[in-house]
């Protein structure tokens, strides 16, 4: 478990602190003890009151003293004892309370309504979030970027392997030893003080001096806006580099006013202009050197590679997101190459989150995608977003242009080019570790041994977020749960 750590006495920090005693093993052996019991659950239906009611049993001096530098963690845990047990002899788990709080306990312990305090060294520093805010081309992550590179230490965040491995790439060519962490490929240099990671990668523990969170309005994402609340509250930067679009603007700096981080936006404006062209292409014929045709499946991009290089003297080269880092380099790099005859660029929406291409025009295969549950139509958002990656400022095309093969797609690009963004109004979160252990724990005891699954499932139909945050990732965890439970595994 997480340890206790000295920080100023406000009530969100002795919040936290609470949370951390309630955890504690020695603190539930002893309740336990005391009642000849060894269920925990005994302990959680007592604890749970104890912590909505804490600031009442604290004086200021209590506070000041439970945060105090000079207080070890044994003298913590036996100052939080004595108020709980004064919460106990006052009747705080009369008879009628305590099987109430029994009933309540998966509700409480489903608690997602206060993630901030999951992140006690963030909370314990003064942070200043920039952020760049604008539309794809703007110059913010490059801006960003610099930011990190000339820093003493820093961590760089971003939603697919290929940009953690471009910034990877790029931070060392300019003579900044840079490490590499994503969820396939860990690529370590003892002299590094940077990191480049996917955003589930990162690390809330390591404090460093800057840290950049690349595409911010993945925040709202049903399976992943998690990460970015995570890396958001939780990063241990001095100073944090937000860069996205406008859809998550006002929710994060709602977020900060929480947390009580200082906030300066930057915003920015395309550096290249982007039309929506009148007319569909045909067919694979028609294409041009530097387009980028996107397409939504793997099977769809080797199928137009095959028709474009049926119909056309163009070579093509293909990036999507599941392709081995070092042969979408390789394929990135053929493609911004001039002069030879790999022209033309086969791609999935992986383009739309940032990658450094040289794309003339993009052209889309369809509007609609498998989004892992359904065949949907895309949002305007995303139709922006993979559009905008047309036209580089100071590139080999400086103009870029949008088109795709089915004519009546035309309008609806163009409705979505010209419309503004929504604005975001929840974040996407997942429990700690040591909150979703408690919850099993919890369960297991009261209701005996439950596969992994269940309990998750569960914690979802128990999981209270409030106005601010949505359980987000949690149907995923729960495929990947079912599959582990036909191991004879522990839930530990």
């Not at 913590?76 to 108020?83: G, P, Q, V």
């Not at 801006?143 to 230490?153: K, Q």
């Not at 920015?268 to 007319?279: A, G």
């Not at 797609?409 to 408690?438: S, W």
Request: proline share 4%.
């Amino acid at each position: 478990y997480l340890p206790f750590l000295a920080v100023d006495g406000t009530d969100a920090q002795v919040d936290a602190i609470v949370w951390h005693f309630v955890n504690d093993p020695v603190a539930q052996a002893r309740f336990l003890t005391s009642r000849g019991s060894s269920r925990l659950s005994e302990f959680l239906a007592a604890a749970m009151p104890f912590v909505r009611h804490v600031h009442s049993l604290l004086s200021p001096s209590d506070k000041s003293r439970l945060c105090s530098r000079a207080l070890t963690h044994p003298e913590r845990i036996e100052l939080l004892e004595s108020k709980f047990k004064q919460f106990l002899d006052q009747g705080g788990v009369a008879p009628v309370i305590y099987t109430a709080a029994k009933e309540s306990l998966d509700s409480s312990l489903a608690d997602l309504r206060s993630p901030e305090l999951w992140y006690p060294l963030s909370r314990k520093m003064k942070r200043k979030i920039i952020l760049h805010v604008g539309p794809t081309n703007s110059g913010k992550t490059y801006t960003a970027l610099e930011e990190l590179r000339r820093a003493e230490s820093g961590v760089y965040c971003g939603p697919l392997r290929l940009l953690a491995q471009e910034v990877y790439e790029k931070m060392n060519e300019h003579g900044v030893p840079t490490s590499m962490i994503t969820g396939q490929q860990l690529l370590e240099r003892e002299d590094a003080r940077h990191v480049a990671c996917t955003i589930e990668m990162l690390s809330t523990t390591k404090q460093v001096e800057v840290g950049v969170i690349d595409e911010i309005q993945m925040i709202g994402d049903p399976s992943r806006g998690w990460a970015w609340t995570r890396a958001l509250l939780g990063m241990p930067a001095k100073t944090i580099h937000v860069c996205g679009n406008h859809s998550a603007n006002k929710l994060v700096r709602a977020m900060c006013d929480v947390t009580g981080d200082e906030v300066e936006v930057r915003e920015y404006n395309r550096l290249s202009s982007l039309e929506c062209e009148q007319v569909e292409v045909e067919d694979a014929s028609e294409l041009l050197e530097g387009d980028c045709v996107v397409a939504f499946s793997r099977r769809r991009i080797f199928e137009m590679k095959a028709a474009i290089e049926r119909m056309t003297d163009h070579r093509c080269c293909v990036v999507y997101g599941s392709l081995p880092p070092d042969t979408r380099s390789q394929q990135a790099a053929l493609f911004n190459e001039h002069g030879n005859d790999h022209t033309i660029l086969v791609a999935s929406d992986a383009v739309g989150m940032g990658l450094n291409l040289n794309i003339r025009r993009v052209v889309f295969s369809s509007l609609s995608k498998f989004d892992g549950t359904e065949v949907r139509q895309l949002l305007p958002s995303e139709i922006k977003q993979i559009a905008g990656r047309a036209g580089r400022y100071q590139g080999r095309f400086p103009e870029g242009a949008v088109s795709c093969f089915a004519g009546e797609d035309l309008d609806v690009i163009e409705d979505a080019l010209t419309c503004g963004l929504r604005q975001l109004k929840r974040a996407g979160v997942l429990p700690i570790f040591e909150q979703l252990d408690m919850f099993v724990r919890a369960s297991n005891d009261r209701l005996g041994e439950q596969p992994f699954s269940d309990h998750l499932e569960r914690f979802a139909a128990h999981a209270s977020t409030g106005r601010r945050y949505f359980l987000s990732g949690n149907e995923e965890l729960v495929e990947v749960a079912r599959l582990l439970d036909r191991l004879e595994l522990s839930n530990r």
